[in-house]
């Protein structure tokens, strides 16, 4: 089952705001449409957001031919795409690598968008298995104990995943002992999508509220903290999920691994260090009330960012489908 695909003319995804109870597809047949979904997060994860880029271009190609967009008109388009999400860098590439096509017309642009669907999966699975060689050597024998954050697996990207494609292998593997997710407040996007994709896996999984991670790593339960990215800058500081960062601060102080895997386009060298990163806020309402009910007194505020920045000197390793550098250890990407 792909996260996301081209059929019909038209952009087909899961809709993960419906997960884990009901599993609905969404056709988006405009950019505009597309553009809202991932805001709304539909669609999201930064390899799947790459995707989404790369087959936006396709899709506003298209749409600018039927309604008889000039050329102004499709970069509007572009733009209001490649700012849908502004922290995620791989929304931006995917649509800067398929709009580069866009001068040979449309079947050019219509295959690099689905060689950017074909590559990913392709990525993923070498990611994972040279996230998993690495935990291994990082770790030692037995049945090894990750602490995950987020959702990084086959619904962050077109299929496999990232940091939880680590997990698949290891698990494939017979090296697997238990995940912990966090339920990543506000959306709970580890105790609604995660747990789903563990449970589908077979996997031995518990979830955590977020505040407890940091504790349960003091506690010698983990092994090591396996996560993914949104981008990672020039100096190897890495943006992910609000939450990971104290995460990565738990792992330094218990002397554990803390792992970051990515594919090398969300690698930044064009934004040299994490203090450069934007970082996206979203709605106060998504903090202060659930499936539309408020959860807190009438006029409380809240404060919303989504992703948060993690020194590259605690990172121990950066994991992509070519490479495995360490921050900490003085290597730079």
């Given amino acids: 089952m792909r996260t996301i695909d081209w059929a019909d003319g038209a952009v087909v995804i899961i809709d993960q705001t419906a997960l884990p109870h009901d599993v609905r597809s969404l056709t988006l047949s405009d950019v505009d449409a597309l553009a809202g979904a991932i805001r709304s997060l539909a669609v999201r994860g930064a390899p799947a957001l790459g995707a989404a880029g790369a087959l936006g271009v396709l899709l506003a190609l298209r749409q600018a031919r039927a309604e008889g967009w000039d050329d102004a008109g499709l970069a509007a388009a572009l733009q209001r795409l490649r700012e849908a999400r502004p ?65 990084t697996g086959a619904l962050a990207a077109v299929e496999i995943g990232t940091a939880l494609g680590v997990v698949r292998a290891l698990q494939a593997r017979g090296r697997l002992g238990r995940v912990y997710a ?38 010698g339960f983990v092994d090591a903290v396996v996560v993914g990215s949104d981008r990672v800058a020039a100096n190897g500081d890495v943006a992910n999920k609000i ?85 900490a250890a003085g290597e730079r990407l």
Avoid: K
């Fill in 87 to 151: 922290t995620a860098v791989n929304l931006a590439w995917g649509v800067d690598r398929v709009a580069a096509r866009l001068p040979e017309g449309e079947a050019a642009v219509a295959a690099e968008a689905l060689a950017v669907l074909e590559e990913d999966v392709a990525v993923n699975r070498a990611m994972g298995e040279r996230g998993a060689d690495l935990v291994e050597e990082l770790c030692g024998a037995g049945g090894l104990r990750l602490h995950t954050h987020c959702n």
């Fill in 182 to 219: 966090d339920e990543t407040r506000p959306l709970l996007q580890g105790t609604r999508l995660t747990a789903w994709e563990l449970g589908r896996m077979g996997a031995d999984y518990r979830v955590v509220v977020d505040g407890a991670g940091p504790s349960l790593i003091a506690r």
């Fill in 243 to 327: 939450g990971t960062y104290p995460l990565a601060l738990a792992a330094a102080r218990a002397g554990l691994p803390f792992v970051v895997v990515a594919p090398e386009s969300t690698l930044d060298p064009a934004t040299p260090d994490g203090a450069a990163i934007t970082i996206e806020d979203r709605s106060e309402d998504e903090v202060l009330a659930w499936a539309g009910r408020p959860l807190a007194p009438a006029g409380a505020r809240a404060v919303n960012p989504a992703f948060d920045v993690t020194p590259a000197d605690l990172v121990t390793a950066i994991v992509t489908e070519r490479r495995v550098v360490r921050p």
